[in-house]
């Protein structure tokens, strides 16, 4: 009886034994897959990411300069971001037929605007109020400017900047861009955004004396109904409807609110990076980092306006009637014939909207009905210049 019992047990015993490895097994098939994907999935979001040379996203921004490729530590994102908006701008800028070479402002290559630092190789077109202040200045410090000098000096900093970067012939230029080692970039601002930007800095708040003092006395003389009212300087809707008047009337537009299809003709040369003031602090990180910079100029944006402008524009555009808003998407001119016959491309801040991928979206919400909806009609259907494209931004 007791050699049964002590069989029994034994027998007892291996059975659980069979059980313990066979639990053991199983749990280590399960929880070795679920160890490995933990690893790969932690290393995939925490370490820094390795892009290829021949990767398809980011691969040009990376081979734009080999020799820092281990300061970087811009994520994925950023860099594919960058990259869909350079492929929109080449798509859009087809789209519309502004890579063509034609005759008129908007179809011939101006490189007058650019600035070609061929020391450090970059290459940047200074669109007005678009972080043109911050970048002005980066450019003065890589160009040998102390930071002392730059804040005692009352040479405008524009003006120290072509002493030593003259204005780049087209030839000059498309030799930069051919250049390998060159990094490209444009600072872009939303249209209307920029606009009351300038706007503010220029005409609200103008230096005594100035043009554009002047220019805003000539505004309230022409368009203020009662002479005498306040306040001293043009208010928006003012500034706005002289504005559209004249760009009918075939006049230049002022630098500060020129087009950047205009200013710095985009589709006529291949700019590697865009960047956007949306995302400035992102975007001027991988442009300083892209070229090995990082010990001489900071990411930065120095706002020289009287506080934020992305603050003011409900406060402004509300001001505006719907059709304001919409003729300052549309603004073109035309010669004064018979326009069937013949007209010219202009300025077009539709263009901006298009190239850039900016939208009304938060300015016609806060228009002013209009009391007429035939000028808010008129405003929809406004002739295009092109007539190939498609709009899609209300």
Request: proline share 5%.
């Amino acid at each position: 009886m007791r050699l049964r019992k002590i069989r029994r047990t034994n027998h007892t015993n291996n059975g659980w034994k069979v059980i313990r490895r066979c639990v053991i097994f199983f749990t280590a098939i399960c929880l070795v897959p679920v160890f490995l994907v933990f690893m790969v999935a932690t290393d995939h979001y925490y370490a820094r990411p390795r892009i290829p040379l021949n990767h398809p996203i980011g691969s040009e921004l990376i081979q734009l300069d080999q020799h820092h490729r281990s300061r970087n530590n811009v994520s994925m994102f950023v860099l594919k971001r960058l990259e869909q908006r350079r492929t929109h701008l080449r798509k859009t800028c087809h789209l519309l037929g502004l890579d063509k070479i034609g005759n008129d402002t908007l179809h011939t290559p101006n490189s007058w605007e650019y600035l070609v630092d061929e020391k450090h190789h970059l290459i940047w077109c200074n669109v007005f109020k678009a972080a043109s202040t911050s970048w002005m200045y980066n450019f003065n410090i890589l160009a040998g400017y102390s930071p002392t000098f730059l804040r005692r000096s009352r040479t405008p900093p524009l003006t120290l900047a072509r002493k030593k970067y003259g204005r780049p012939s087209l030839e000059f230029l498309r030799k930069a861009f051919r250049n390998k080692k060159s990094l490209s970039f444009l600072i872009v601002r939303h249209p209307l955004e920029r606009l009351l930007s300038a706007y503010r800095d220029k005409i609200k708040y103008a230096v005594s004396g100035s043009y554009h003092f002047k220019l805003g006395k000539e505004i309230i003389k022409n368009y203020r109904k009662i002479r005498n009212a306040a306040p001293k300087y043009p208010t928006y809707p003012e500034f706005v409807a002289w504005l559209i008047d004249s760009v009918k009337a075939g006049k230049s537009l002022d630098m500060h609110w020129t087009p950047v299809v205009e200013f710095c003709t985009p589709c006529m040369f291949d700019i590697k990076v865009i960047a956007h003031t949306e995302t400035l602090e992102e975007d001027q990180e991988l442009i300083i980092k892209r070229a090995g910079l990082e010990n001489i100029i900071k990411p930065q944006w120095q706002n020289a306006g009287k506080g934020s402008t992305t603050k003011q524009i409900s406060s402004h555009y509300s001001l505006l009637t719907r059709s304001q808003i919409l003729q300052l998407y549309h603004i073109f001119r035309f010669l004064n014939i018979d326009f069937h016959l013949l007209k010219i491309t202009a300025p077009d801040y539709r263009f901006d909207f298009e190239l850039f991928n900016y939208s009304l979206n938060g300015y016609l919400e806060v228009g002013q009905p209009d009391q007429d909806p035939s000028a808010l009609l008129a405003a929809i259907t406004m002739q295009d210049n092109q007539p190939d494209s498609v709009p899609h931004i209300y």
